[in-house]
């Protein structure tokens, strides 16, 4: 008898991923799906800490995407070897720092190497063909395939009719009558297709959840770099690019100040890591000094942060100043004016 073929899907939590491990499930294909966690697409990691969108529900999309399918999803922590990523894209960066073609020709080798490793016969992204400006190009597609390695073994379900045929079609492992021609960035036809088969409340298509995307993360990520004078990071500084309020008001220090209650408490895991500042006689946020600091620095750190404190009108605001080693002394400040902050200090 023909053995079952097995094919691992790579599953972001999009609305595409989830499709294109549908078509291939439904031509009686075994699908195992795979994450890759960089630690830039920590999904639900400000929403559960902040009050704002608090009636949406909390999940983990590529987790839901494999429960909806009925699948095992594996997880891979490639943190350390994606900073190279991160740091060098051979094929430069998107509008912000986002190296995406970088990103899915690694992701795609990493993917075939999981499957020489686990015995599986192909590869199933959800990528459309003209969907993204750097990575999902008829021109990028074909590098994708050759610089990972997986050459033909990649199938792309949803754009299949519009690329050459692959392997596992050639084979006859999976029907291309069966598979799609999309093109083009509208997602009319995946919705529709959603609805077809039943998936509802499925992560919206348009959006990602890779913060190198964002402007803003991005200019600060850079801002991080610039300070430190190299290109690197660790996960804590990820998450903490994602929190508070970052204001630089010298070069050689910046303030993280929390914006509201959830994210006071988020920053206070870190008071062993960093100085640290609250108000004492009004009540104010969290903040943390990132940086080598001296008397003065603080001092105008603690204004700042009293700024955003009820006490922001006050002549004086007692704030207390808190070393890693968990030492404390408090210190009397006068809350700085609007216009006494500059633009430029706002990351």
């Given at each position: ?81 994606y900073k190279q990523v991160v740091f ?65 073994l990649l199938l792309r379900p949803l ?182 902050i500059p633009e430029q200090w706002l990351?």
């Amino acid at each position: 008898m023909t053995r079952q073929r097995k094919a691992v899907a790579l599953i972001s939590g999009g609305l595409d991923s989830l499709l294109a491990a549908k078509l291939i499930q439904q031509q009686g294909i075994h699908v195992a799906g795979i994450n890759f966690f960089t630690g830039f697409c920590v999904e639900g990691h400000t929403h559960a800490i902040r009050k704002k969108g608090q009636e949406k529900p909390k999940r983990n999309n590529a987790l839901w995407v494999a429960e909806q399918l009925g699948i095992k999803l594996n997880i891979v922590d490639i943190i350390e070897e994606y900073k190279q990523v991160v740091f060098n894209p051979r094929y430069g960066y998107g509008a912000n720092l986002n190296p995406c073609l970088d990103c899915k020709i690694f992701m795609v080798m990493k993917a075939h190497e999981w499957c020489k490793q686990n015995d599986f016969d192909f590869i199933i992204t959800g990528e459309v063909v003209g969907q993204r400006p750097m990575s999902q190009r008829k021109d990028t597609m074909p590098l994708v395939c050759k610089r990972s390695g997986a050459d033909d073994l990649l199938l792309r379900p949803l754009s299949a009719r519009n690329l050459p045929p692959t392997l596992p079609e050639r084979e006859g492992w999976v029907d291309r009558e069966k598979l799609l021609g999309l093109s083009g960035r509208g997602r009319k036809p995946q919705i529709a297709l959603a609805k077809q088969f039943g998936f509802d409340e499925f992560a919206q298509p348009a959006g990602g959840c890779c913060f190198l995307t964002d402007a803003q993360y991005s200019s600060k990520l850079a801002d991080l770099w610039q300070a430190r004078g190299s290109k690197q990071y660790e996960l804590d500084d990820i998450m903490l690019l994602k929190v508070g309020r970052h204001l630089r008001p010298k070069a050689h220090f910046k303030v993280i100040i929390a914006r509201e209650e959830g994210e006071g408490n988020f920053l206070r895991g870190y008071r062993k890591q960093y100085l640290s500042i609250d108000s004492l006689s009004h009540a104010g946020p969290f903040a943390l000094i990132d940086g080598n600091v001296n008397d003065q620095d603080i001092e105008l750190a603690a204004s700042l942060v009293a700024r955003y404190s009820k006490g922001r009108d006050a002549a004086e605001v007692e704030m207390e100043i808190q070393t890693p080693a968990g030492t404390g002394y408090a210190i009397k400040v006068q809350p700085l004016k609007p216009a006494a902050i500059p633009e430029q200090w706002l990351l």
